[in-house]
């Protein structure tokens, strides 16, 4: 196809300019290990499992002062530290966009402001503006959370030194890595884990006279765990984050390696969740390098739909006859098999759906509330007016009368802020028609 050869190129190209910044390996150290994430899915800084359709696409622009991300401590008292980089500001601009139904891919530039000391066996503090690190990644859906117990995804990285050093900001090396994605919705209450391996292309030994504890970075494995609860509908959440890594030597044991950081803080979604703002705070549990002893940050996030024509939902020229609401049509949260109940509603309104004439077709249209995704909606609210239309069909009436519509979120008959509302949001109905 003609559309993702010419984006694969665009991409290329993207990747290529960058090497127009690469930095010769020199003393360095990325300490702003915050990259924000920007899917529709996930919490601050873990991805969720979800893609974005293809040519969809979503940009983002966050903020966030980090104080005190890189200390040496003292081996005989740890309490006693030497500050090397004092605070780190950083602004990320954040992009991505769909190339399959389970291929998503971005692109994250950091640009910082930094106070540091310039070597770590010290000297007068200054400040600098620079350039971070890219970060070129994808997101590959490999279990549908819609269909699977769990979502799953894999998320490759590369992150090119683009950085300016020796400024803290940037790595000598190019890194790259794996992380693996673990997410579930579960009603108000999302939840996603992460586990991944970072790779160093060049590994760094940071050290300072007297006897301050070294800092030895090579290949790391990293780890986290994200929630987030609905509060207002799923429009206002709260979001916390849980995330940390360790190199491979000494591994889990030498603090200035082995960072830390708990986050959280407020995710507001407007226009229909497609605009996002965030906002929150996070502290070092552990001393590690880039876990600082706080954090604020702030973002916002913005979804573009993709352009494509939408598939046009069937026209509708005859009259409707009678539309028959099937309260008790109910479905566990987030699927679509038939419970006993919904059946029994079901055999009630048989003896007059098969007494119709042959003439008369039936029309089955199915809605959510809007909790979770709208795309998970919409295709969640499909499959269950389709175990319907095949309740119907299993029972006597002709597979040519019967079509099934979803119509996802997009329908909604009373308010989404109360649960008495969101309940009237999720119902089948059956329309007769002329």
Excluded: C
């Excluded at 994200?226 to 984050?241: E, H, K, P």
């Excluded at 889990?252 to 407007?270: C, D, H, K, V, Y």
């Excluded at 042959?358 to 499909?382: C, M």
């Amino acid at each position: 196809m003609k559309k993702p050869s010419i984006l694969y190129k665009i991409f290329l190209i993207v990747v290529a300019f960058s090497q127009l910044f690469w930095v010769p390996p020199a003393l360095a150290l990325n300490v702003q290990l915050f990259r924000p994430n920007i899917a529709s899915t996930g919490t601050f800084r873990l991805s969720g499992s979800q893609t974005l359709k293809p040519y969809q696409f979503t940009l983002g622009l966050f903020t966030n002062f980090a104080y005190d991300p890189l200390v040496l401590r003292n081996v005989a008292t740890p309490s006693l530290i030497k500050r090397v980089a004092h605070f780190v500001w950083t602004e990320d601009l954040v992009g991505e966009i769909g190339l399959h139904d389970r291929i998503t891919v971005g692109l994250d530039l950091p640009l910082s402001m930094v106070r540091h000391t310039p070597t770590p066996a010290g000297g007068a503090t200054s400040d600098f503006f620079r350039q971070g690190d890219l970060s070129v990644y994808g997101r590959i859906k490999i279990l549908d959370p819609d269909n699977h117990f769990v979502g799953f995804a894999a998320i490759p990285f590369l992150e090119i030194p683009t950085g300016s050093l020796p400024h803290y900001v940037g790595d000598a090396g190019m890194n790259f890595g794996l992380r693996l994605i673990a997410d579930k919705q579960l009603g108000r209450f999302y939840i996603n884990t992460s586990l991944g391996y970072r790779g160093h292309s060049k590994d760094e030994n940071i050290t300072a006279s007297g006897s301050v504890i070294p800092l030895n970075l090579d290949d790391e494995l990293t780890y986290g765990i994200g929630t987030a609860i609905n509060l207002v509908s799923d429009r206002l959440q709260f979001v916390s984050d849980f995330v940390g890594s360790s190199t491979f030597v000494d591994f889990l044991n030498q603090e200035n390696s082995t960072p830390l950081e708990i986050m959280g803080g407020f995710r507001a979604n407007f226009l229909n969740k497609r605009l996002t703002a965030s906002v929150g705070g996070s502290g070092g549990i552990r001393g590690g390098y880039g876990a600082p002893t706080y954090r604020i940050f702030s973002g916002v996030t913005m979804q573009f739909p993709s352009g494509e024509p939408k598939e046009p939902r069937p026209e509708r020229h005859e009259k409707i006859v009678r539309n028959i609401v099937l309260e008790g049509v109910v479905f566990e949260t987030g699927k679509h098999t038939l419970m006993a109940q919904a059946q029994a509603v079901l055999k009630q309104n048989l003896e007059e759906l098969q007494a119709l004439p042959a003439k008369r077709r039936l029309v089955v249209e199915g809605h959510t509330d809007n909790q979770g995704d709208d795309s998970s909606n919409q295709k969640l609210s499909e499959r269950r007016t389709q175990s319907v239309r095949n309740y119907l069909i299993l029972n006597g009436i002709s597979k040519d009368r019967v079509t099934a519509i979803g119509y996802g979120e997009s329908q909604p008959i009373a308010s989404n802020e109360s649960t008495a509302g969101r309940t009237k949001n999720r119902r089948v109905e059956i329309k007769i028609l002329e």
